[in-house]
């Protein structure tokens, strides 16, 4: 589980589900367990910073590189 903050303000985001190795490029909307603080506009995810974190794509959330930070175990693919 991994716990996602803003890289700008580090307030915390939401709790993510991640299965397998590597960056986290997107977010399956279907895994996160827990939403902290986000706002949701004009198809983007904002921190309450103001910092832009995603981009909405109907199932799942495209990762703005370098606007988030995370924290946590990842589980590995069987």
């Known amino acids: ?4 903050k803003c890289a700008a303000c ?4 939401w709790k993510y589900y991640k299965i397998g190795k590597g960056e ?3 977010c399956h909307k279907d ?3 827990k939403i902290f603080e986000i706002d949701e506009r004009d198809g983007k995810v904002f921190c309450l910073c103001g910092r832009p974190i995603g981009v909405d794509k109907e199932g799942h959330y495209r990762m703005i590189r370098n606007a988030c930070t ?3 175990t990842k589980e590995s693919k069987k």
């Open 10 to 13: 580090r307030r915390k985001l």
């Open 1 to 4: 589980m991994l716990t996602f």
């Open 70 to 72: 995370y924290s946590g």
């Open 31 to 33: 895994r996160i367990k």
């Open 24 to 26: 986290v490029v997107r």
